[in-house]
């Protein structure tokens, strides 16, 4: 081992997080400029597989190593989840043991390193992104293709059995008190780092919208459900518009909103397009299916729009504090619509998203202890 210095440090990821544009690389993301913005000099290494290299990731990092994801048809045949050995690399090993910097391993897909008897001893942690075997689960149960859905249920029984592996990690990072509570029963050295999402300030503009949004990744069947839900059961026939944005729709929803008249859809939004919308809503609405602790467009939408409806699930065990009005049916959601589509969102609401906000969320001090931790 050679090169050691306090202030370097491995970033393993699954995927090229730029652009920054769904859940999981939002937080990788803007975790890495937050430790760089921290004076850590950070050695970044991610798996490619459709996205393009990086010319802003690169600026930010000491180095940048990108690394083929291999996706062979019969690594699916694996007692390792597939994507956790899709994501295993020789050249990603020996990149590590060039030096014995700590090492953040972004999800458990990430975690074939662990595997590596090579690896035993070095400080590692793991930023968990969900409770994988649950999501997936969820996923299986959702999924209207029968082939993927067969996928998705062997997936998630192999993850199970997987997560074992966090007890070889230095610590696991949790991204929500949910999944905190889940992790502290089965492994030691279990800490809360609440999900990066770029904001820090509260940005809202005062006055009022004339159209509702939601946006999700939209080929992730939790999004593409819940925007079925909402064109069929609380949109359809309104006189008010609603815009859905998000990635890769699926076909069966592009043919669905083109018969909707007051149903727009904006497909692969760029970040800037994406945030105009958000800040310019009247009412940013978010419903999931699945409680996954908090969920970045969440904080998007409370940092940067107007009215937030919610239903519970979105916001299960978070303080939520009046920042979101809840509702769940499709006549709650129905009347809680009609009635703020009417009321401009004024200074002193903005004043009290500002103060609440800061309570509520402050990623200040989550770097705070992960600087702690790495040290």
């Known amino acids: 081992m050679k090169n050691t210095s306090d202030n370097h440090i491995h ?37 490619e597989y459709g996205r393009e290299h990086s010319k802003r990731l690169e600026a930010l990092c000491e180095t940048t190593q990108y690394y083929k994801r291999d996706m062979s048809f019969w690594k699916a045949f694996s007692k390792i989840p597939y994507i956790v050995t899709s994501r295993i690399s020789e050249d990603l090993i020996q990149d590590l043991l060039k030096d014995d910097y700590p090492i953040i391993l972004e999800g458990l897909h990430s975690c074939g390193v662990l595997l590596d008897p090579r690896m035993k001893g070095r400080k590692i942690f793991v930023r968990s992104h969900n409770v994988e075997h649950d999501y997936y689960q969820y996923l299986a149960e959702t999924e209207k293709n029968l082939r993927k859905k067969h996928f998705l249920k062997m997936e998630s029984r192999k993850l199970r059995k997987f997560e074992s592996i966090l007890a070889k990690a230095t610590g696991v990072l949790a991204i929500s008190n949910k999944d ?40 992730v069947s939790e999004n593409y459900n819940a925007a079925e839900f909402l064109i069929k059961e609380v949109f359809r026939g309104s006189d008010i518009k609603l815009k859905i944005a998000g990635m890769n729709p699926p076909r069966y929803l592009v043919k669905l909103i083109e018969n909707e008249r007051n149903i727009e859809l904006i497909e692969n939004p760029e970040d800037d397009v994406l945030q105009e919308l958000i800040r310019n809503a009247q009412i940013n609405i978010l419903v999931t299916a699945q409680s996954t602790g908090l969920k970045l467009k969440l904080l998007n939408a409370l940092f940067n729009g107007r009215y937030c409806v919610v239903n519970d699930k979105m916001v299960e065990g978070l303080d939520i504090n009046d920042l979101c009005i809840v509702a769940n049916t499709a006549d709650e959601m129905k009347t809680v619509v009609s009635d703020l589509m009417t009321k401009p969102f004024v200074e002193e609401q903005v004043e009290i998203r500002k103060s609440r906000m800061d309570a509520f969320y402050n990623p200040s001090r989550a770097t705070d202890k992960l600087v702690e931790l790495l040290g």
């Open 11 to 47: 970033i393993v990821s699954f995927d090229i997080p730029c652009p920054v544009n769904y859940g999981g690389v939002i937080d990788v993301f803007f975790k890495l400029k937050a430790l760089v913005e921290r004076g850590f000099k950070v050695h970044f290494h991610c798996f």
């Open 180 to 219: 905190y509570e889940y992790f502290k029963q089965k492994f030691d050295n279990v800490y809360l780092i609440p999900a990066y999402a770029g904001f820090d300030k509260v940005d809202v503009l005062e006055g009022q919208g004339d159209f509702v949004l939601y946006h999700g990744k939209l080929d």
